[in-house]
């Protein structure tokens, strides 16, 4: 068992001040909980990580929910989950198909989630507090997309932000695996995104960039 | 049905978290201002906004700072300087403002939070946390609002960006490359095609900026669920009811 602390900010660009308000309704716990893998995991999301208090943005559970629901309604027809639609759609799809378990730890601060394998999840401090909203939703599809079967098959390339020559890149774009994932849900919501803040879709383009650029051991040709 | 049991109690110990809360993360101790502070955090705030009215009250929120749009430019890159180094999130929300207020004096301050040195990666070992990256975003943030300053045709803009694109750092090159082609003249871009042949970096023009819906798309999954457990999303806008 491990105890941790953390200091968040009222007031901040993140999204979840405003998200706390919409999520803090009985029927999106209720989906969100059965549908994305917290349902089962209630003692992991206990002792200060919110469970006792899920519209409280502060805690690491309303946060969750928060991106669950940016990941749920950022598309514009949101209710068209099929895989023939754009991933901004189905992105939803996979992670409730693919995750079955998401737990909460402190981790050591050098992940902000891992892939367990058999449909878990573990998602640590990071994952609340220094991705924003849609950064969640990113994280939730690039793990599900490790669950669907796709590990990272190649090394970070010169001059990668990720640590040139460390396992963990993706070979190419065409590759489909996590970080094509991550960056496509995140152009789509740059491109496309509902419900939502120029700002915020900014910081997803940015972000996005960042992957495209240092992610891929042969970079894509094409950027946001 | 799933094999997953109900909310079992648990027979070992889970992690424990405490968290403290505090009202924003700005300090402004070089600005007496209140007025101006209160509507620096406001356009913040708003940057976060989720709903139908989101980019409203956030365009709002800076329309009312953009009326002081040029004293703001002074106390939000002093505000930036003053954040510790790991509130990546705030420091890149200040970026995102001077980029959004379109100040041509704000250009000095972009160009040194661009050329300032990216501090030592701190998530060794990690594929998914980087400190480098946030680092990164932040200053391609800040190349974004150059871009938008040399769109404007302030003619420093168009400088800084011909001189990012022999940054160190690869995403700075390549957003400073793409934004001066597209809104340089004829003359800075046979400069910058100059400069990428002299350093042998002519691959940056190669790459485009594209619409998401011309690039390859994914295949998506084909998992079996549960119908039992995963049911439709209800509305996005129901309200505020207790949880």
């Not at chain 1, 079955?100 to 394998?117: E, N, V, W």
């Not at chain 2, 002074?74 to 420091?91: G, H, S, T, W």
């Not at chain 2, 990164?136 to 302030?154: C, F, K, P, Q």
């Not at chain 2, 819906?213 to 995963?230: E, I, L, S």
């Amino acid at each position: 068992m491990a105890t941790c602390t953390y200091t968040v900010p009222d007031k901040s660009a993140s999204g979840d001040n405003f998200y706390g308000a919409v999520i803090c309704n009985q029927a999106y716990v209720d989906y969100f909980w059965n549908t994305y893998g917290f349902s089962g995991n209630k003692v992991y999301l206990d002792d200060g990580w919110g469970w006792d208090d899920c519209c409280n943005t502060s805690k690491p559970l309303a946060r969750a929910f928060n991106g669950c629901y940016a990941l749920t309604y950022s598309a514009q027809d949101y209710q068209n989950d099929s895989y023939n639609s754009a991933i901004l759609n189905w992105g939803r799809r996979y992670v409730r198909e693919n995750i079955d378990d998401l737990r909460c730890f402190c981790g050591d601060g050098t992940a902000i989630a891992r892939s367990k394998g058999s449909g878990l999840i573990e998602v640590y401090l990071g994952f609340f507090y220094t991705k924003d909203v849609p950064g969640r939703a990113e994280t939730l599809i690039h793990e599900s997309r490790h669950q669907g079967g796709k590990p990272h098959d190649a090394k970070f390339p010169a001059g990668s932000t990720f640590g040139a020559g460390k396992s963990g890149a993706d070979s190419t774009w065409d590759y489909e695996g996590a970080w094509m994932y991550g960056a496509l849900y995140l152009w789509w919501y740059y491109a496309a995104g509902a419900r939502t803040t120029s700002a915020l879709r900014e910081r997803a383009r940015q972000r996005g960039n960042l992957v495209i650029d240092n992610a891929f051991a042969t970079h894509p040709g094409y950027s946001i | 049905m799933s094999a997953k049991s109900s909310d079992t109690p648990f027979l070992g110990a889970p992690d424990t978290l405490a968290t403290r809360v505090v009202e924003h993360q700005f300090s402004f101790s070089g600005s007496q201002d209140g007025r101006l502070n209160a509507l620096i955090v406001e356009a913040v705030n708003r940057m976060g906004g989720v709903g139908e009215d989101a980019e409203d009250n956030y365009r709002l929120a800076l329309e009312e700072l953009g009326e002081r749009a040029e004293e703001a430019v002074d106390v939000i890159a002093a505000e930036y300087d003053a954040l510790p180094e790991e509130q990546y999130l705030d420091r890149w929300s200040l970026v995102q403002l001077l980029s959004e207020l379109r100040q041509p004096k704000a250009a000095a301050a972009l160009n040194r939070i661009i050329t300032s040195r990216i501090p030592a990666e701190k998530a060794r070992g990690s594929h998914d946390a980087s400190t480098a990256a946030e680092e990164v975003i932040i200053r391609t943030t800040a190349v974004e609002g150059v871009v938008r300053l040399s769109a404007d045709g302030v003619d420093e803009a168009r400088k800084i960006l011909l001189r990012h694109a022999r940054n160190r750092t690869f995403s700075i090159r390549r957003a400073s490359v793409q934004g001066l082609l597209e809104t340089g003249d004829d003359a800075d871009k046979r400069e910058l095609r100059a400069l990428l042949k002299e350093k042998g970096d002519q691959g940056l023009l190669r790459i485009k900026r594209m619409d998401v819906r011309q690039v390859p798309q994914a295949t998506g999954g084909r998992f079996v669920v549960n119908p039992d457990v995963k049911r439709e999303a209800p509305p996005p806008d129901l309200g505020r009811e207790e949880g």
